[in-house]
């Protein structure tokens, strides 16, 4: 039997197989409501076959949009506009779920395809905050300070969201600690320089993330899953976060009744030199899974059905995420079952084409 293609358990929710449709930031958003863009592009990956829809970065405040083209999830208007997109997913066959998100010194962005350089002025710029006034690029805007009672406005913002979330529908919480945003920004010892107790021990460095996670607790169900999306490492050697201290905090995480660990990797210095390749970040998943004892994602570069499978088959992850291929091929699950000799079933109104 396939592995790919087996079902997983997190607390109340089965998935149907391993395969997780990545949170990839479409830029598309309008006051940070979906578009018929968002509509067509999660409930077409369900459709295709993926088991769990996990939703782009969507920010918690606007303040904390990566780009003014971000989703967010600060008001009952946003709630509104993602009922119907939750329950399609559903009835595809996938559990729907959201990562909750902010940017931090990152934020106030043009989209990607605007070469996503930091806006300084204007209707689409705002000040960034992060734990230490440090920029992340020498031409960006030097981010505020957050002072303690601005940190706990964050947190309560984390809550707020994780209850708009499941008033939405949504399943599954991602919370969004990676790729140099602000959860990143205060673990990481290259962002984050303060002295009080959110800076300098590893202890206080995770101490902003744990604060969130129990105040997301207070308002998620205890039966539905909490995954938490984390850099594994920062690619600089020792001055930065490294695979040990993820080990470390998973072990945390496993403690704090997280279900998984989503292992991505770096954007939180542009000092980093990161040895990009087919399963470049796999390893970051392994050490997670089998020296933390806790559930793993793997994710970056990995293309084809062997290839997951053999991630799986080797015990290096539990769930394997899949962003750009399932950009290039919606329906990357059906014919990976096929390519593997797995019972994966159909749409109806697909199966004279299985």
């Avoid at 506009?81 to 959201?98: F, L, S």
């Avoid at 998620?220 to 594994?232: G, K, N, T």
């Avoid at 080990?247 to 954007?267: E, Q, T």
């Avoid at 970051?284 to 933390?292: Q, R």
Wanted: proline content about 5%; overall charge negative; hydrophobic content about 40%.
């Amino acid at each position: 039997m396939s592995l790919l293609f087996s079902p997983i358990t997190f607390k109340s929710i089965t998935l149907k197989n391993r395969i997780v449709m990545s949170p990839m930031c479409q830029y598309s958003a309008v006051d940070g409501l979906p578009t018929k863009w968002h509509e067509q592009h999660y409930v077409s990956r369900a459709v295709g076959g993926v088991s769990l829809v996990i939703q782009e970065a969507t920010a918690v405040v606007p303040e904390g949009r990566i780009s003014y083209a971000d989703l967010g999830i600060w008001n009952e208007a946003q709630v509104a506009a993602y009922k119907p997109i939750v329950a399609q997913i559903r009835e595809h066959g996938a559990v729907p779920g959201i990562q909750l998100a902010h940017a931090g010194r990152k934020a106030s962005c043009e989209v990607s395809w605007n070469k996503g350089w930091q806006i300084q002025e204007g209707a689409h710029s705002w000040q960034t905050v992060a734990p230490s006034p440090i920029p992340f690029h020498e031409r960006d805007i030097i981010p505020h300070e957050l002072s303690r009672e601005e940190i706990r406005e964050v947190i309560n913002a984390f809550k707020e969201a994780a209850r708009r979330a499941l008033d939405a529908g949504y399943e599954l919480i991602e919370l969004h600690g990676a790729h140099g945003y602000l959860i990143h920004e205060f673990y990481s010892p290259v962002s984050n320089q303060r002295t009080d107790e959110y800076g300098g021990s590893f202890e206080n460095r995770i101490r902003f993330l744990i604060e969130i996670i129990d105040a997301v607790k207070e308002v998620w169900p205890q039966e539905l899953p909490i995954f938490v999306r984390i850099s594994a490492t920062d690619w600089v050697g020792t001055e930065g976060w490294q695979v040990e201290d993820s080990v470390a905090l998973a072990k945390v995480l496993k403690d704090k009744g997280i279900d998984l660990v989503d292992c991505s990797s770096g954007a939180n210095t542009r000092k980093a030199e990161i040895p990009v390749a087919p399963n470049y970040q796999v390893h970051l998943a392994d050490a997670v899974k089998n020296e933390a004892g806790i559930a793993s994602g793997a994710v970056g570069l990995i293309t084809d059905a062997e290839q997951a499978e053999m991630i799986l088959e080797e015990n290096k992850a539990d769930l394997i995420f899949l962003g750009r291929e399932l950009l290039r091929n919606p329906y990357f699950p059906l014919q990976a079952a096929v390519a593997l000799g797995a019972d994966q079933a159909w749409p109806l109104q697909y199966e004279r084409a299985k």
